[in-house]
């Protein structure tokens, strides 16, 4: 298995066509408890998800500017994903041999919806066809009237580009409080598991620029790196009724089943109210 590290120390040739901030977030406050929807990998229209496979792999290699994993971390990332939901190698190496005739790019769409919330909606698509996509995602969201596409740069500094680790460990390492362990290997804070995350599994936040600083710190004390992911953490979120969180979640389902979508980042979530009655 190819070092995480050096994927890592090649971090800066990636050229991400992504917005990027550098925000501060306060150490010791645990409220992202999710940072993004990611698509469900058991998605039953399974040439959907191998699609969207195939683009994350396609404009990797066009953004990384090499179609080498252990220097290309967008790469890396994406056939991770195409090993977790089984992707055939022989589709694999076809889509890696044909990346250099491709003509996609990442376009990320903002979006306010009808409660106030926040999405940021990254997708990937030939340029051609992006007027095509928006116009395509901006149908879905005016069903039931759901919310509306905003201008570029409408509102993207309200979330911060973070580096997201997973690590594991020894259980006597990880009986220690998780946050101190976060913050000992330089950390910023820790992000909520996800469902199908093992329960000993912890998931680290923390600076690209810093990200390789915490992996070497991680490891001293024992801690084994399972993956890495760029995540887009809100600096603001927006609590839902459970109707409006309900609809929320509706339109975040209907717009992942785009298949140019490759990840939604949202800023809402339930807001805990007896009295609540919207």
């Not at 399974?46 to 396609?58: E, L, P, W, Y």
């Not at 290699?61 to 971390?73: A, F």
């Not at 926040?118 to 919310?147: A, D, F, P, Q, Y």
């Not at 993207?156 to 973070?162: A, G, H, L, R």
Request: hydrophobic share 35%.
């Amino acid at each position: 298995m190819m070092s995480l590290l050096r994927l890592f120390s090649q971090l800066d040739l990636v050229q991400y066509r992504l917005i990027s901030f550098s925000v501060p977030l306060a150490a010791g406050h645990n409220k992202w408890s999710k940072v993004k929807r990611q698509k469900e990998v058991l998605d039953p229209r399974r040439s959907i998800v191998f699609s969207k496979i195939r683009n994350q792999i396609a404009t990797a290699v066009k953004l990384g500017g090499s179609p080498d994993p252990s220097i290309n971390t967008d790469l890396a990332r994406a056939l991770e994903k195409a090993k977790e939901v089984k992707m055939p190698k022989s589709t694999i190496d076809k889509c890696l041999n044909s990346c250099s005739a491709d003509t996609s790019e990442r376009v990320i769409f903002e979006v306010r919806g009808n409660s106030g919330y926040l999405l940021l909606i990254e997708t990937v698509t030939e340029h051609k066809h992006r007027h095509n996509v928006r116009s395509e995602l901006k149908r879905i969201l005016e069903r039931n009237s759901r919310g509306a596409i905003a201008e570029p740069g409408s509102f993207n500094f309200m979330f911060d580009k973070k580096c997201i680790l997973s690590v594991t460990g020894s259980n006597t390492l990880l009986n220690r409080d998780p946050l101190e362990l976060a913050i000992e290997c330089g950390a910023e804070d820790l992000v909520e598991a996800d469902e199908d995350q093992e329960a000993n599994d912890l998931q680290f936040l923390c600076e690209i620029a810093n990200s390789k600083d915490v992996i070497q710190a991680a490891e001293s004390l024992g801690l084994s790196i399972l993956s890495s992911s760029i995540s887009y953490i809100p600096n603001t979120t927006v609590g839902l009724s459970q109707k409006e969180y309900d609809k929320a979640l509706n339109a975040v389902e209907e717009l992942s089943g785009h298949d140019s979508v490759l990840e939604i980042y949202d800023n809402f979530y339930l807001q805990n109210n007896d009295n609540d009655t919207a």
